[in-house]
């Protein structure tokens, strides 16, 4: 069993004390600090693989260089936990991930070391690239900048932008490769082959020449490495002599991603790169009270198992993701037809347009993606896919609020973004049997398709009491005075909300279109038949599923007033995804009572909940 670490509480760190400390007392700290990190991210859960391997790495990052003079930016900021306990940020580790307290990822708000906190892949040499392009406009000539990329975050197209520039340049930038050889799962392609060539120069592929040269001496860099990742004396020496040589520099670390925790290194399918409260000794979930009714099955799964099935019947259909085979449910598939699954790397730019390439040949892909993930390839979606009417179809994972991953990846901008794509069909799925049933007409039809879902637990399914056409009427009262359209997962809020309008003597109709895009003709119909239409999703408002539903009525020359709930255009912090949604007004009772401050032609802005009802 792990000791308790209680000295970095009580006793912050600081870049300086770092410094100061003797060289012989670096593996006690060293040690110290991945029993913190065991401790606190098994309570609170986390990011615990990545932050395990870069434990000496940060270490020796804050000893030769002088944060935040110097800038240390840190790619896929999952893997910055160590590097807040150095800049003064231990005690805070008990509110890891929490709604007020530390986040998960660099936070500019909580530090001045922290100098991005964007926590999507491949983007710190860009970062990198324009800050000391920045010092060198301001006459800067002391100070450095570091980029720490690794995690899989090298195989994304936008990292080599990045390095096309840095190389050709001579400003100080010093690239930190962590090469764990994983992003969740094991890294594939030629970069991969490149770098084991590089750490095993005996191996059969030549990544050198005569002149000593490798791929990013070729384009401007001076290499140093590999240097073992774990040996702190050993990252000082080569770290402080990159600094010195005030050029381009790429500096190959090898780790080993969870290291120093059994369970960690041990764990085949990723390292324990991603946790919730877990057994500090084992690594295993604390298994909770038994329940008597089944077992909570998530989205992802259901959808996981429902592809599988499709894939068994459908010899054309494929599928990709970007460096995700588990956490987006492709895992089953991969097992029973591997050459029929395509892992590209942190790469979705590449994958929306290879799917393109996959579906000219025949084929019909299927994209599963994170919904904040896709963001990055809105321009290949639009150009790609559907401007050569390709049937490809968007699994979009985590849409809506996340939770405790906070403003980057909330998946709250999808719906927005789809809806202006011409000729993409975009479905909302409100409970397991909705997903496989939509999953099936999506990859049944002949252009581009997207279905959404949140995270977690998918819930019991919803029967409609009726369909007209493609719409799913989930409950009437009989009379018209509202039509309270729900996207999606918001369905149970909807029946919650419309049982407390009953009460107060409104009549509402609850509708799921199922297909949120196009907009249906028979809930056009329905919104002409009623006196107000109100709708609610876990979207942006901006533009999003609501906002396409009455831009829709009014080009249909229907006066009914509609009016859209949903997530404010804001970034939203870190936190309960019902927490969040509460404070978005995405309750039950909050979207009662804005159904009715909207009948009394108030300002939905201004909702009030305690409007005739309870909260």
Not at 21 to 29: D, N, S, V, Y
Not at 212 to 218: D, I, K, S, V
Not at 318 to 339: C, H, Q
Request: with cysteine; proline share 7%.
């Amino acid at each position: 069993m792990p000791p308790t670490a209680t000295v970095l509480p009580r006793n912050p760190l600081g870049p300086h004390d770092v410094r100061a400390l003797p060289t012989g007392q670096l593996a006690a700290l060293a040690q110290d600090i991945r029993t913190f990190l065991i401790e606190k991210v098994c309570a609170t859960g986390g990011h615990l693989g990545p932050n395990l391997g870069v434990v000496e790495l940060t270490i020796a990052l804050h000893r030769v260089f002088d944060s935040p003079r110097d800038a240390i930016l840190f790619d896929t900021g999952h893997q910055a936990y160590v590097h807040k306990i150095l800049t003064g940020r231990a005690a805070d580790f008990d509110r890891l991930r929490q709604a007020g307290g530390l986040s998960g990822y660099p936070s500019r708000a909580e530090s001045v070391h922290d100098w991005s906190e964007n926590s999507h892949a491949s983007t710190s040499l860009s970062y990198a690239d324009g800050l000391a392009k920045a010092h060198e406009l301001r006459g800067y000539r002391d100070r450095s900048v570091v980029a720490v990329i690794g995690d899989g975050a090298m195989t994304g197209g936008m990292a080599w932008e990045a390095l096309n520039n840095i190389g050709g340049g001579e400003r100080p930038v010093v690239v930190v490769l962590n090469d764990n050889g994983r992003s969740y799962a094991p890294t594939t392609g030629a970069l991969t082959n490149h770098l084991h060539a590089l750490k095993h120069p005996g191996a059969p592929a030549t990544v050198q020449d005569q002149a000593g040269a490798n791929l990013f001496t070729r384009i401007g860099f001076t290499y140093l490495g590999p240097v073992d990742g774990h040996d702190t004396v050993a990252l000082e020496a080569v770290l402080e002599r990159a600094r010195l040589l005030r050029r381009p520099v790429l500096v190959h670390a090898v780790t080993v991603k969870g290291s120093g925790f059994g369970p960690a290194e041990d764990d085949e399918a990723d390292c324990l790169h991603a946790v919730g409260t877990v057994d500090a000794v084992t690594g295993r979930a604390a298994s909770g009270p038994a329940s008597s009714g089944p077992p909570a099955v998530s989205w992802t799964s259901v959808f996981g198992r429902a592809l599988l099935e499709l894939a068994g019947e459908r010899e054309d259909l494929v599928a990709i993701t970007a460096s995700m085979l588990r956490p987006t449910g492709l895992y089953p598939m991969a097992v029973k037809y591997p050459e029929r699954v395509f892992d590209v790397g942190i790469a979705e730019q590449h994958a929306v347009t290879s799917a393109a390439g996959l579906a000219m040949g025949g084929f019909h892909p299927v994209v599963a993606l994170y919904s904040t993930f896709l963001t990055r390839a809105v321009d290949q979606v639009l150009m790609d896919v559907a401007l050569h009417r390709l049937p490809v179809t968007f699994v979009l994972d985590r849409a809506g609020v996340t939770g405790p991953d906070g403003a980057s990846h909330h998946g709250m901008w999808d719906a927005s973004l789809l809806g202006i794509v011409p000729g993409l069909r975009l479905a909302v799925p409100r409970d397991s049997g909705q997903l496989r049933s939509l999953l099936r007409e999506a990859t049944a039809h002949e252009g581009p398709t997207a279905l959404r879902f949140p995270k977690g637990t998918a819930g019991r399914d919803l029967e409609a009491v009726r369909r007209v056409g493609g719409v799913d009427i989930l409950s009437a009262s009989g009379m018209r005075d509202v039509l309270l359209v729900s996207y999606g997962p918001m369905a149970p809020l909807c029946l919650q909300a419309a049982t407390l309008l009953n009460g107060q003597g409104v009549g509402v109709t609850v509708a799921d279109p199922r297909w949120a895009i196009p907009v249906a003709p028979e809930l056009l119909d329905l919104a002409a038949r009623h006196r107000l239409v109100v709708t609610v999703e876990d979207n942006s408002r901006t533009g999003g599923l609501g906002s396409t539903l009455a831009q829709t009525v009014r080009d249909h020359a229907i006066t009914t007033p509609v009016h859209n709930l949903g997530l404010p255009r804001a970034f939203l912090t870190h936190g309960p995804r019902e927490q969040l949604l509460a404070e978005a007004g995405l309750t039950a009772a909050r979207i009662a009572g804005a159904v009715l401050r909207a009948r009394a032609g108030k300002p939905l802005e201004h909702t009030a909940p305690t409007d005739g009802i309870p909260q």
